[in-house]
């Protein structure tokens, strides 16, 4: 009789202990820069609401710094949710990396400028006006990620400077863009606003001008390898919810407040 009551309180304690890794779960999650602000002040807000943990790690979307997503991806770094820009993660999509079908846009990013607080802001407001603070800045600073890789592929020749640009722009690996104009690295900075906003030590001038402007949707999606699909959901269902959109607009971003591909 005793073996037996001992047995059926193994049971219990035993489907209790399931049912709470059922039920709580830690999702690591690796964001780029754009999202990182945002998903900073979020992360206790679902933590709040929900019994899972979020564990944040950072990366670029694209290139080949060491902390880069892609490169932590080819070390087999284990993730259970990426969010970077959308391009890139249709990437991942395609490698297999990312489970088709678990795409999430979450928000619109756009490009802009920065100088050195107490630095005279540069007049960027048409194209024009943009070029000629382009030409006549003695640094410039582009971040490595997707907005880098616009500037430098097809704003600067779109403008007719890539020549002049090759030789007084740099691009940060590893790095905020704010932070090497705070430093004094760079006369101007050009990075998502909600990567540049953040920076102590640096004036924010503003947008880009819309003409030239390049609009990135920042998405997340579910790795292949997930550990908790149901928690990964969930997070991913708080980060595009109508909760989430006050924190997100305050970071310098547009939330979508998407349809979820799963319901």
């Not at 979450?106 to 540069?122: E, H, Q, R, T």
Request: proline share 6%; no cysteine; hydrophobic share 45%.
């Amino acid at each position: 009789m005793i073996s037996s009551i001992r047995s059926t309180a193994l049971l219990f304690v035993t489907a209790l202990f399931f049912a709470g890794s059922t039920f709580a779960a830690e999702i690591q999650v690796i964001t780029s820069g754009a999202f990182a602000e945002a998903l900073k002040a979020l992360a206790p807000e679902y933590e709040k609401q929900s019994p899972n943990k979020v564990l944040i790690s950072y990366g670029s979307s694209m290139g080949g710094a060491p902390d880069s997503i892609p490169s932590r991806l080819a070390r087999d770094e284990k993730f259970d949710v990426l969010i970077l820009a959308g391009p890139a993660l249709e990437g991942f999509i395609k490698s297999g990396a990312v489970q088709p079908g678990s795409r999430v846009d979450l928000v619109a990013s756009v490009i802009g400028v920065a100088v050195k607080a107490g630095a005279p802001k540069p007049d960027i407001s048409t194209v024009p006006a943009l070029k000629e603070t382009l030409l006549n800045a003695k640094s410039v600073a582009y971040s490595a990620s997707a907005s880098g890789t616009y500037l430098s592929t097809e704003l600067f020749p779109k403008l007719g400077i890539a020549e002049q640009m090759s030789k007084t722009a740099k691009k940060i690996y590893s790095e905020r863009v704010g932070t090497v104009v705070a430093r004094g690295d760079a006369e101007l900075g050009f990075q998502q606003v909600s990567e540049l906003i953040p920076i102590p030590g640096i004036d924010f001038v503003g947008e880009i001008p819309v003409e030239v402007q390049q609009t990135v949707l920042f998405s997340a999606g579910v790795t292949s390898n997930v550990n908790s699909l149901e928690a990964s959901r969930d997070l991913i269902a708080f980060l595009a919810s109508s909760k989430a959109a006050p924190t997100i607009q305050k970071a310098g971003l547009k939330p979508l407040l998407p349809a979820l591909p799963w319901k």
